[in-house]
């Protein structure tokens, strides 16, 4: 290895000397995974009251608590996450996923596929205007697992027309539905994901209330 490719530039030599900004990064991300353990028991506790109403929700995903993880590498950047409820196997994805990305953006994603996705396709097709009118973006690439808001691998719902948003649901392998806030709406990041959550839900559930949204 040649000394240039381990020599700092002026920026790097900046940081390297100064440890407050990574114990500011620490600091925010323990503040994400408080934000989000909050969010957790909104969501159960929106799940638990509103539960009755439905016969939809697979019962077994709600004995699956809550997960928060978190990480450093997601594309290079420290990363959170939530995921409730969740029921993940080879073949059978039912998931909401609350997402932090460093220098990117909140997101909330609806992930379904196999038993769960054909169970609820028909409710989900009905309620293409609920999501449409609320921002949300589909999955039209080819890897689940792609979080990234961009042309290959989601589509913003404002320029799918039904057609496309049917034949998108229904030929896919998954459906996978995401919505994003900016991280500079940082202070009403929690209210705005606990509504992208409820409409989450009632994308799936045909018995929840349209007053439940409130964004």
């Not at 073949?91 to 054909?118: C, D, E, H, M, P």
């Amino acid at each position: 290895m040649s000394k240039a490719k381990i020599r700092l530039s002026d920026m790097e030599m900046e940081l390297v000397q100064n440890s407050n900004w990574i114990l500011t990064k620490r600091r925010i991300v323990d503040k994400v995974c408080l934000m989000f353990g909050m969010l957790a028991d909104e969501y159960d506790l929106f799940l638990t009251k509103k539960i009755n109403q439905s016969d939809s929700l697979p019962s077994e995903v709600l004995v699956i608590p809550p997960k928060i993880s978190k990480g450093e590498n997601y594309q290079g950047l420290p990363y959170v996450v939530l995921d409730y409820p969740r029921y993940f196997d080879k073949k059978n994805i039912f998931a909401v996923r609350t997402f932090f990305w460093w220098g990117n953006f909140f997101s909330s994603t609806l992930q379904l596929k196999g038993k769960y996705k054909n169970q609820t396709m028909p409710i989900i097709a009905s309620n293409y205007s609920l999501f449409k009118k609320n921002n949300y973006y589909i999955s039209t690439g080819s890897d689940e697992w792609d979080f990234r808001f961009n042309k290959k691998n989601l589509t913003p719902l404002g320029g799918l027309n039904m057609h496309k948003w049917m034949e998108t649901i229904t030929e896919k392998e998954f459906i996978k539905l995401s919505s994003k806030i900016p991280l500079v709406q940082w202070n009403q990041a929690d209210k705005f994901l606990l509504n992208y959550f409820k409409i989450n839900m009632l994308g799936v559930l045909a018995n929840f209330p349209n007053d439940e949204i409130n964004l």
